[in-house]
């Protein structure tokens, strides 16, 4: 009998402690490499604000912004480890995944941001999110960063401006050919090191959005930009399918409508950023912002649009006319 109760005890005790287990806070780690006051640092910030109203002791999000502790370039590896849970890498950085998400390196694909958003939420681009799944990850939405400006040490107005200069860009293919089709230099270098890099006079220029050579402060090493719209920096808010299929249902829901509220203000903050930023860069009298009239900028395009057709085996026709078919 005294066996028996104890049993029951026993029994009682485990069962009591199991939800206890079930309840451990989910710790969710969100690393990303610039700064906090950027369209991502504050979609980044929002985004750990909601779950902690939302989900308090259930989920928390830690954000760790300026390459605090992983570079974009390692953030993917370590994300497959298990090492963080979310990050937002630029679509760029997709290469070692998926081809398909070289669409967004193409020059001159899109004529503004409302093109590349009719993109993103139609067939194509929403296919897209799930490019990755097989190597692991998955696509959570879309962050906007903005359109491409050239930055550089000396007025960049034409093609042949460039011609012998080194320029920083991300680790992609097709940037290299971009630059490489107007007789450039392309150094695939980390975010982290550009302002040092131009400093130093180590490259003579750059391609950044207004937010980033603002909040980076690109614009007080560099003395002239050009406003040429040439391309794209958007990011890829993405997770490990292991750490997304483990979440509990209920907890993977209001996780997903957390991050949409944050895209939402961060994609908000980016595009007034776009129009703020450069502003304040045209104030500062460090860089002298450039305009291309027509004609120089379809010299531009001219020299750069082959760079689609080198491209286009990897990344699918099919995909680059609905990308095409969204300027309309």
Known sequence: MRLLTAGVA?????????????????????????????PKGQMANKFRELVAERLAGKARVEVYPSSQ??????????????????????????????KKLQVYDLPFLFKDMDAVSKFQAGPAGQKLLLSA??????????????LKQLTASKPLKVPSDVEGLKFRIQPSDVLQAQFEAVKAVPLKKPFSEVFTLLQTKAIDGQENTWSNIYSKK?????????????????????????????????IRTEIKKAMDEAIVLGNKVAAEKAISDRQKVIDSNRTKVLQLSDDERAQWVAAMKPVWAKFEKQIGKDLIDAAVASNN
């Open 69 to 98: 502790l992983f570079s974009d370039s390692k953030v993917l590896e370590a994300m497959l480890l298990g090492d963080v849970q979310i990050a937002a890498p630029s679509l760029s950085k997709f290469k070692k995944y998926t």
């Open 133 to 146: 799944k097989k190597k692991g990850l998955i696509g959570l939405g879309y962050l906007h960063n903005g």
């Open 218 to 250: 690109f614009f007080e090493v560099q003395e002239y930009a050009t406003d040429s719209n040439h391309g794209l920096i958007d990011y890829l808010v993405v997770t490990s399918v292991e750490f997304w299929d483990g979440l509990p249902a209920d």
């Open 10 to 38: 026993l029994a009682a005790i485990l069962m009591a402690a199991a939800p206890v287990a079930q309840a451990k806070e989910i710790v969710i780690k969100f690393s990303h490499v610039v700064a906090e006051n950027t």
